[in-house]
């Protein structure tokens, strides 16, 4: 390839590439802006998941990652839920809240669920703590245990999108 006097660019037959490289576009992944929460979604509301193992259950948000997946748990002792990441998609905020003002979330971080496939002790002792934590403030409310013991379905003829939470 030459380049003529003019500055044009003049193109071998055989080769079709110009003699310039085009600069590649910025890709979406380092354009990314961080993960918005739910407005309906604040710390202590109950959320209803949607997807997994535990699809139908009802949960605690108790806070927003790092990574923009959402902090949940049953309580554990409750309805099985354990201290689990969820992505917002897959979660209907309620209405429902309980006070989550004293639970203490500052050891949990994105790290603290990369571990083995066995359940280690710290982890099991950190969901007691926060069981037991939830727990006195479920027993406020009456008929909250049994709220959050209750799995959610829909029957024939109910309209998601029509209903309030």
């Known amino acids: 390839m030459k380049k003529a006097?003019?500055?044009?660019?003049?193109?071998?037959?055989?080769?079709?590439?110009?003699?310039?490289?085009?600069k590649p576009l910025v890709s979406y992944k380092a354009n990314k802006k961080g993960t918005v929460l739910k407005k309906n979604l604040v710390p202590g509301s109950i959320?209803?998941?949607?997807?997994?193992r535990y699809a139908g259950s009802r949960a605690v948000f108790l806070k927003q990652l790092d990574s923009g997946l959402l902090l949940v748990t049953g309580p554990h002792k409750v309805n099985g839920v354990p201290l689990r990441r969820v992505n917002q998609r897959y979660v209907i905020g309620t209405s429902t809240t309980i006070d989550v003002s004293k639970v203490d979330l500052s050891n949990i971080s994105e790290e603290w669920f990369k571990h083995s496939e066995t359940v280690l002790p710290a982890l099991a002792e950190t969901q007691k703590t926060l069981d037991a934590?939830?727990?006195?403030?479920?027993?406020?409310?009456?008929?909250?245990?049994?709220?959050?013991?209750?799995?959610?379905?829909?029957?024939?003829?109910?309209?998601?999108?029509?209903?309030?939470?």
């Open 5 to 22: 006097e003019n500055e044009k660019i003049i193109m071998d037959v055989r080769n079709a590439a110009p003699e310039r490289i085009p």
């Open 47 to 52: 959320v209803i998941l949607l997807a997994g």
């Open 133 to 165: 934590t939830l727990l006195a403030e479920i027993k406020k409310v009456d008929s909250m245990k049994a709220y959050m013991k209750a799995k959610f379905s829909l029957k024939k003829g109910d309209r998601p999108h029509d209903m309030v939470f």
